[in-house]
């Protein structure tokens, strides 16, 4: 399963990015937007501190519109992904980009059929909105799920990625379902590694080896 931060803090994208743990990253207009930076200097910078796919969304809601933003943001560097909005223009804009090599994140997705869609126009990934979902009183999980098993019967390419992440929980359960991807923001990623044994653990262990007066490189 890899790992996108979804985030447009480069500070912080630096910082996860150090851990290894870092397959991609994914930002929206509201993320680029609470940067308080151009999108071109933000993405730019993204994609030097990350090599995996950074997703760059566009703003126009028409198909040329869309195609003209998304051609300027595909310039910025290699391994940028466009997203695009789950509306008719932006599958047929998906259509065209990836047809054309340029991979392409579906997001905004809140239904299998809507997924069954963004896979057929040659989606590289789609976003399905598990914690909006859940926000409404659906469950999100259940349309990974859903997603999933539909994808496997057709052999469809589109990677799920999980997006709308709102804790380690629903991180884990899209692992148990094969979703490709989880989009994570930074705070979730670090609620992660928590674990109160494991704190307790290591303060018990330090305490005891602190008592033998050892030093593990005193003896190098
Ligand atoms: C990811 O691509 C989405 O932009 C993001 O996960 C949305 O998350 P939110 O519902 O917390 O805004």
């Given amino acids: 399963m ?6 447009a803090d480069v500070a912080e994208i630096r910082d996860l990015a150090a851990t290894g743990l870092v397959d991609g990253v994914t930002t929206n207009p509201s993320l680029v937007a609470k940067s308080g930076r151009p999108i071109a200097d933000v993405i730019a910078e993204i994609c030097d501190v990350v090599p995996g796919p950074v997703s760059a969304e566009v703003t126009a809601t028409d198909h040329a519109g869309m195609l003209k933003e998304a051609r300027f943001l595909a ?4 391994n940028i992904a466009i997203k695009v909005p789950l509306t008719v223009d932006g599958l047929r804009t998906c259509k065209v980009l990836s ?5 392409v994140n579906v997001t905004l997705c809140f239904s299998a059929a809507q997924a069954l869609l963004a896979a ?5 990934y789609v976003s399905p909105f598990v914690g909006r979902l859940d926000d409404i009183g659906a469950v999100g999980m259940d349309l990974i799920a859903e997603i999933v098993e539909i994808y496997a019967a057709y052999d469809f390419k589109t990677a ?22 989880a989009t994570i923001p930074p705070a979730v990623l670090r609620q992660m590694y928590k ?3 494991t704190d307790k653990g290591l303060e018990a262990f330090l305490a ?8 593990i490189l005193g003896q190098a």
């Fill in 2 to 7: 890899k790992f996108f931060i979804d985030t």
């Fill in 75 to 78: 310039s910025i560097a290699k």
């Fill in 99 to 103: 047809d054309g090599g340029t991979p």
């Fill in 120 to 124: 057929k126009a040659g989606a590289s």
């Fill in 160 to 181: 799920v990625l999980v997006a709308s992440v709102r804790g380690p929980q629903h991180v884990i359960e899209a692992a148990k379902l094969g979703a490709d991807v």
């Fill in 195 to 197: 674990h109160p044994l």
């Fill in 208 to 215: 005891d080896w602190a008592k033998t007066g050892q030093s």
